[in-house]
């Protein structure tokens, strides 16, 4: 069982401040979160095999084969604002 002070502990170590209302609702939801793995830590795995993933996974990278790339022209059709052949951006300083 989670307790306020657990609570207040996990919140120091994240430098969190919490209001006494936040304390008592973490600690409730905590709690809750807790009694849930309890119940799924009883279930019966024995027959399960391990897995890495839930559902099968397969390797979908294709071969690196060089092929033509965007004109200047075309790169650029879509931009906002451009500039001497460029993408014209706001300055950021």
């Known amino acids: ?3 306020e002070r657990d609570v207040e502990y996990v919140a120091w170590l994240a430098r969190l401040e919490l209001s006494a209302e936040e304390k008592e609702r973490f600690t ?3 709690g ?3 009694e849930h793995a309890e119940k799924i830590k ?3 795995t ?3 095999e391990p897995t890495s993933h839930v559902i099968p996974l397969r390797n979908v990278m294709r071969e690196d084969v060089v ?3 965007l004109s200047q022209e ?3 059709r879509n931009a906002p604002r451009r500039e001497g052949g ?3 951006v706001p300055r950021i300083l």
């Open 74 to 76: 075309e790169a650029l």
């Open 1 to 3: 069982m989670i307790t």
């Open 46 to 48: 024995e027959e399960v």
């Open 86 to 88: 460029y993408f014209a």
């Open 42 to 44: 009883s279930l019966s």
């Open 28 to 30: 409730r939801q905590l």
């Open 32 to 34: 809750q979160v807790l």
């Open 67 to 69: 092929e033509a790339g």
